[in-house]
């Protein structure tokens, strides 16, 4: 009989260790599910983000060519505008050059109207000499009167040669004027067309500058990409090898537990729970497992 009570004890004893093994298998499970529910909210995050990532890097890329057609189109008006100015001022360059030449012109034309009145004054002298000398001695008043014309025509010519010179040395000063004119504006010409060679040079420069920037803008954001899904596996990873350390820390525990209730000590939930749970929660307890805990045996016993 009390062999038969102690089996009957070892059965229930074992039922309750297969209850508990397989309502802690059942925790496993839930928990493993658990963890892949998280790893596949952790998987649809990552993938949400590397959208909008994608997102924003065209957007990035849109803005960066309107502005690099802004840009251009900026200095495409810069450089007409610059153009314009270069074409005008040239135009205003030929028209000095070709007032310089007639004024060279003119210089020349006054140069030889005053060698010619120089002759004609000479031959004037000339001929009032030849005139005195030809004057008979017994006429006076003829010879006065002739020397007064004569002096007054060589007055008259003197005052021409005057005008003339005035004009020319008029003349003269404006062709220097015009010559310092014309160097200043060489000059100014010479200085603008550099400036324009190196506004021009820098465009090129910032237009091959933005073309790097924009070819290491891209290599960037997949380093970016690259390091954020390196981020992202590696952060699974070690939630995995979390979960999975610590279920096999939990089934180690459960195994030393089984081991020692069935080899050391069968009695020692027995005695554990009582300390541990109160006497309402060890009394529903009982009630929860005493229908799976005793053997149904009136259909097998006589009546």
């Not at 802690?24 to 596949?40: W, Y």
């Not at 939990?250 to 005695?271: A, G, Q």
């Amino acid at each position: 009989m009390e062999g038969h009570k102690n089996n009957q004890l070892d059965y229930e004893s074992e039922k309750v260790e297969i209850l508990r093994l397989v309502q802690s298998k059942r925790n496993i499970n839930s928990l493993n599910m658990d963890l892949e529910r998280d790893m596949q909210r952790i998987d649809e995050a990552n993938q949400e983000l590397l959208l909008k990532i994608h997102e924003k890097e065209n957007e990035i890329q849109r803005l960066e060519s309107e502005i690099t057609q802004t840009r251009d189109l900026a200095e495409d008006e810069e450089w007409e505008k610059e153009n314009c100015t270069a074409m005008e001022r040239e135009k205003a360059l030929q028209e000095l050059e070709e007032e310089t030449a007639r004024l060279d012109r003119k210089n020349e034309t006054l140069v030889h109207s005053i060698a010619e009145l120089q002759r004609k004054l000479t031959r004037k002298s000339h001929k009032a000499t030849k005139c005195e000398q030809d004057i008979p001695k017994g006429s006076p008043e003829e010879s006065k009167a002739k020397l007064q014309q004569l002096e007054a025509s060589c007055a008259d010519q003197e005052k021409e040669v005057v005008k003339v010179m005035e004009d020319y040395a008029f003349v003269a000063q404006l062709c220097e004027d015009q010559a310092f004119c014309i160097k200043k504006y060489q000059e100014t010409l010479r200085k603008i067309e550099e400036e324009l060679e190196t506004r021009f040079l820098e465009r090129e420069v910032s237009k091959v500058l933005s073309m790097n920037s924009a070819r290491k803008e891209p290599n960037s954001q997949n380093n970016k990409d690259h390091s954020l899904q390196k981020k992202g596996t590696w952060f699974c990873k070690r939630i995995f090898q979390y979960v999975f350390f610590t279920t096999l820390f939990f089934i180690r525990l459960l195994s030393y537990l089984f081991l020692h209730i069935r080899l050391v000590n069968p009695d020692l939930l027995i005695n554990i729970l009582p300390k541990i749970l109160s006497r309402g929660i060890l009394w529903k307890l009982r009630c929860f497992l005493f229908p799976s805990l005793t053997l149904e045996t009136e259909d097998m016993l006589p009546h």
